[in-house]
């Protein structure tokens, strides 16, 4: 029996990740050091990009006491290195709740992870070598929604893109057909698929 591909079923999904980029937020330590915190809920708009990120880690804390940081957007290759990340955090002590989920304390994530640190340009966090887009930014506003209080709404603004210069095309551009994000969706990690067009607004 021929199921219709158009009908739909109501349903009550535990976590909406209904597939965007990975970010690996990179923040300032109190001793100087950075953490590297993975989320999964960012959008940009013009050199404005907002964030999502839940309370019971280090990265808001970061950001409040110093507000700067490196979005490093890894592309599919990395996705082991990045789930070596989960379960760990910059808190300490590992909030309750976290605990029980099976986090644990880590201090240096980039050996934990694998990953090489480099100096920045124009904030103080450090960068992430391997990611192949790295975007500096300030931010300008953090806010709790009142129909979520465990999670903070963090609006930033981009002042210095790194592009690894196997996707830039030109001066200024990143060529859509060698760059590939790392996308988390529902939980499961995916590189893009062929491409199926492209905008007309697109000057690539």
């Given at each position: 029996m021929k199921t219709n591909a158009l009908a739909h079923k109501s349903i009550q999904p535990k976590i909406l990740y209904y597939?965007?980029?990975?970010?690996?937020?990179?923040?300032?330590?109190?001793?100087?050091?950075?953490?590297?915190?993975?989320?999964?809920?960012?959008?940009?708009?013009?050199?404005?990009?907002?964030?999502?990120?839940?309370?019971?880690?280090?990265?808001?804390?970061?950001?409040?006491?110093?507000?700067?940081c490196v979005l490093n957007l890894p592309d599919p290759s990395l996705w082991k290195q990045v789930e070596l990340l989960a379960p760990l955090t910059g808190k300490d002590p590992v909030p309750s709740y976290k605990e029980q989920m099976?986090?644990?304390?880590?201090?240096?994530?980039?050996?934990?992870?694998?990953?090489?640190?480099m100096p920045s340009a124009t904030v103080e966090p450090k960068r992430i070598l391997?990611?192949?887009?790295?975007?500096?930014?300030?931010?300008?506003?953090?806010?709790?929604?009142?129909?979520?209080?465990?999670?903070?709404?963090?609006?930033?603004?981009?002042?210095?893109?790194?592009?690894s210069e196997d996707i830039v095309l030109g001066e200024n551009y990143i060529d859509p057909a060698s760059w590939s994000p790392l996308i988390y969706n529902f939980r499961h990690y995916f590189g893009l698929g062929a491409q199926m067009g492209k905008s007309y607004r697109s000057e690539t």
């Open positions: 597939g965007t980029p990975v970010v690996l937020l990179t923040t300032k330590n109190e001793d100087g050091s950075t953490n590297i915190s993975p989320i999964s809920s960012s959008w940009a708009l013009g050199d404005c990009i907002v964030m999502g990120i839940g309370y019971g880690g280090k990265a808001v804390e970061n950001l409040r006491q110093h507000p700067e099976g986090f644990r304390y880590e201090k240096d994530k980039f050996a934990a992870a694998g990953f090489t640190p391997e990611c192949p887009l790295q975007i500096e930014a300030k931010v300008v506003n953090i806010r709790t929604p009142e129909h979520s209080p465990d999670f903070a709404i963090v609006e930033v603004k981009a002042v210095k893109v790194h592009a």
